[in-house]
């Protein structure tokens, strides 16, 4: 697994099988949020690491951008050794939790224990904060996807919103993606965000990803 610290206060985790795939460590006030876990594997890396920063701070919760295999798989493990919530959009939770099956698929989805998650707080017009990360509703890769936004260090933490390509934004994996239109549409919301960079789960990081957005939206719609 490797491990490098992106900004003041998010470390990122990846690792490899066939794709690369990434979570993310946030230093909060009151300890540390992860974000996304990855596949089943990589729940003994996640796990040392978080044993690692206990100087920083202990563990408090995990935020999904969604609820796929390669997201969710080491929860269970984690949950074992520390007692924390889990939050996903409400949206997300019935396909999370089996009850519905994700468009385009087969089956139901059985990656997570069921009912164990805590859908995000909604405000006015926006979902809310979560420490230091803003909740951003972005569906069409699954129904209920968001990402989230670190507004002090300038990071997007954008799961599977985009897959990347020589430091360009690319639309996300076909072959798991619900609505593609309305996946390319999200993209919208680096317009108002403006970050310095945004994290893709299975992929290299884009930097000042706002200046391609336009470019993006107009390729793809
Ligand atoms: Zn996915
Ligand atoms: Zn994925």
Redesign the pocket.
Known sequence: MKIEQISEHIWSLKSWMLIP?TVWVVAEEDGLTLVDAGMPFMAKGILKFLEQMKATGTLQRILLTHG?G??VGSVKAILERYTVPVYAHATEIPYMDGDQIYPRRKKPEHNIPRKITTPLGEGENSLQRVGSLLPVFTPGHSPGHVVYYHEQDGVLLS??LFTSKNGRLRRP?RM?TADMAQAVQSAACLRDLKPKRVEI??GKPVFQPSEQVEEYLKAHS
């Open positions: 795939c796929h390669d997201h799961g599977d994996m798991f789960c299975h």
